[in-house]
């Protein structure tokens, strides 16, 4: 499980889906649930994305 979740494109994924999710929760569901998924789904973007440039 650990090498899958290591390959670039997995990461890519995890990247730039949760990046877009993470944009668009605010406007999608109302109120502290919105902002509580766009800062977690914000999180494993932030992860991911350090995962790539170290990688």
Do not use: E, H, I, Y
Not at 16 to 24: E, P, Q, R, T
Not at 26 to 43: E, I, R
Not at 44 to 54: I, K, Q, T, Y
Request: cysteine-free; hydrophobic content about 60%.
């Amino acid at each position: 499980m650990k090498s899958l979740l290591a390959s670039r494109p997995v990461l890519w994924f995890l990247f730039l889906f949760n990046l877009v999710v993470a944009a668009v929760a605010p406007f999608v569901v109302d109120g502290t649930q919105g902002v509580l998924t766009a800062v977690g789904m914000g999180v494993v973007s932030l992860g991911a994305g350090v995962s790539l440039l170290r990688g």
